[in-house]
């Protein structure tokens, strides 16, 4: 088995993904970094995974696993048990516990297209088996952390469940809302074979899960668990209003005493321009000269000539809530003598046939890489010179903090963390950043006119540049604030 040194405080966090074995989004990086960052405040933060097609296999060739399981635990779902033997491994000095139950979990791209009885069954077991788990190996956590919709039953269970209730003191429960537009909602007919008593879904308690006729998982775990958290401050107020809520901002604003906004943080080991591997020439405020390296190496990858034009990049997820749209529009003026865009990411199919045609009606101005390429994500954000973040919503933002580590200046909307983290530059002499607030073409368009001008006044720029790659946003600071919230609930209890 992996030892440790023993901490007085123990954390489990329940998820479905962990970078680097598991990763479809933020919500990755997050679980991959912050166990480990909570570990510098004295806390034994480990992380309960799926074991999804090819994540044990990974965890083999990049870390340390135990080839012998620990076990098998057992859960109860629609009338019959399922078992999965669960592995131990260290990732780079991270604690992982892996499920591996190929029945569940046997889809790679983890999260189903459609939610139903069937497709929800996997993290309702991931969730129950966080209870399991201590029959194997004696470790007991104080605190039960689960994040997103996918692992809200969690607290719920603690609550409702026929069994599991009888734990209810054994834990404290702490759950993270990474993006409210994803809250679990299913028909509440699949309570009984979850073995929820009729409680969690009552017309006559404002706690339980019912939600406009429905089963909502997410309202569920904001209702019972001890504290939740929002991954910016200024989100965890958005969705208090009825317009950032979906839904949902009665129940927030009913247990807003327990919610706390915490800014996520950033890998400095992954994304740091001095050592980064993944790009041409290494740099840093110290010595620049290796940015420009970087974007001559990526114009040579766009098929590009340098003509001057500043690159602006779009680095993320091909959605609404991105503003790819807004995006399009607000560049058609500006790209054949203004600017050029480099675009990096993947989505639904509407908005990656929208980006290639924008590409191929602009050759020489737009380049796409329409899948998450890590070489070319790397890249692009050391050769860009301008970040766009025109986001509908934004939780917290992950694009933004990494472009400031490369001296890529973001221009974004000023929402969620966006508006906690970029400074406007106009408005400050610490500016990192140009924001703007409406959402619409035009303000996008004058926010990045606002920044191309900047950008023609070297000293000007070169303090917007040292402003943004001078700013921490460490999982160290993380860290302490989750460490402060753990300790509170300990205290007040």
């Known amino acids: 088995m992996i030892t440790y040194k023993h901490f007085t405080l123990k954390v489990l966090h329940i998820a479905p993904e962990c970078s680097p074995l598991a990763k479809k989004g933020g919500l990755g990086d997050v679980i991959g970094t912050l166990p480990k960052a909570l570990k510098k405040?004295?806390?034994?933060?480990?992380?309960?995974?799926?074991?999804?097609?090819?994540?044990?296999?990974?965890?083999?060739?990049?870390?340390?696993?135990?080839?012998?399981?620990?076990?098998?635990?057992?859960?109860?779902?629609?009338?019959?048990?399922?078992?999965?033997?669960?592995?131990?491994?260290?990732?780079?000095?991270?604690?992982?516990?892996?499920l591996d139950q190929p029945e569940l979990f046997s889809d790679p791209n983890i999260y189903p297209e459609r939610l139903d009885q069937e497709t929800i069954l996997p993290f309702v077991f991931l969730s129950f088996a966080s209870f399991e788990l201590p029959k194997l190996n004696g470790w007991k956590p104080q605190f039960l952390h689960s994040h997103d919709w996918t692992t809200a039953p969690v607290s719920a269970a603690l609550r409702w469940h026929r069994y599991y209730s009888s734990f209810n003191e054994d834990y404290?429960?702490?759950?993270?809302?990474?993006?409210?537009?994803?809250?679990?909602?299913?028909?509440?007919?699949?309570?009984?074979?979850?073995?929820?008593?009729?409680?969690?879904?009552?017309?006559?308690?404002?706690?339980?899960?019912?939600?406009?006729?429905?089963?909502?998982?997410?309202?569920?775990a904001i209702t019972t668990s001890e504290a939740f958290t929002t991954v910016s401050p200024s989100y965890s107020w958005d969705i208090q209003t009825p317009n950032g809520g979906l839904g949902l901002d009665g129940v927030i604003v009913a247990n807003r005493d327990k919610l706390r906004g915490i800014i996520n943080g950033i890998d400095y080991d992954v994304w740091n321009p001095e050592t980064d591997c993944f790009i041409p020439s290494n740099y840093s405020l110290k010595n620049m000269s290796g940015k420009e390296e970087c974007r001559k190496a990526l114009l040579k990858e766009c098929g590009w000539k340098d003509d001057g034009r500043p690159l602006l990049i779009f680095v993320g997820r091909l959605t609404e809530q991105k503003g790819v749209d807004m995006m399009?529009?607000?560049?058609?003026?500006?790209?054949?003598?203004?600017?050029?865009?480099?675009?990096?990411?993947?989505?639904?199919?509407?908005?990656?046939?929208?980006?290639?045609?924008?590409?191929?009606?602009?050759?020489?101005?737009?380049?796409?890489?329409?899948?998450?390429?890590?070489?070319?994500?790397?890249?692009?954000y050391a050769g860009g010179d301008i970040l766009l973040m025109p986001s509908l919503f934004e939780p917290c933002g992950l694009s933004q903090l990494i472009a400031f580590a490369y001296g890529t200046i973001p221009v974004a909307r000023a929402t969620g963390g966006l508006a906690d983290t970029v400074i406007d530059a106009d408005g400050s002499t610490d500016g990192t950043g140009f924001l703007f607030t409406d959402y619409t073409p035009s303000e996008l368009k004058k926010a990045i006119e606002r920044a191309l001008e900047a950008k023609k006044d070297n000293e000007k720029w070169n303090s917007i540049v040292k402003n943004a790659m001078s700013a921490d946003f460490?999982?160290?600071?993380?860290?302490?604030?989750?460490?402060?919230?753990?300790?509170?609930?300990?205290?007040?209890?």
């Open 328 to 380: 399009t529009q607000a560049l058609k003026s500006l790209l054949t003598k203004k600017v050029r865009c480099v675009i990096v990411g993947s989505g639904n199919d509407m908005y990656t046939r929208k980006i290639t045609e924008f590409e191929k009606e602009n050759p020489d101005s737009v380049h796409a890489t329409l899948e998450f390429n890590e070489d070319m994500a790397h890249l692009t």
């Open 41 to 98: 405040q004295d806390i034994d933060a480990r992380v309960l995974l799926p074991a999804w097609p090819g994540v044990i296999e990974k965890a083999a060739k990049i870390g340390k696993l135990n080839k012998e399981p620990l076990g098998k635990i057992s859960v109860a779902l629609n009338w019959r048990a399922y078992t999965a033997s669960v592995l131990e491994a260290d990732i780079g000095g991270l604690h992982v516990y892996l």
């Open 172 to 220: 404290d429960t702490v759950f993270t809302i990474h993006n409210l537009a994803f809250q679990g909602i299913i028909n509440h007919s699949v309570l009984d074979g979850w073995g929820f008593c009729p409680d969690a879904y009552s017309n006559l308690d404002s706690d339980s899960m019912e939600f406009f006729g429905q089963l909502n998982v997410m309202k569920g």
């Open 474 to 493: 460490s999982w160290d600071n993380s860290a302490k604030a989750y460490a402060e919230l753990y300790r509170d609930i300990l205290t007040s209890d």
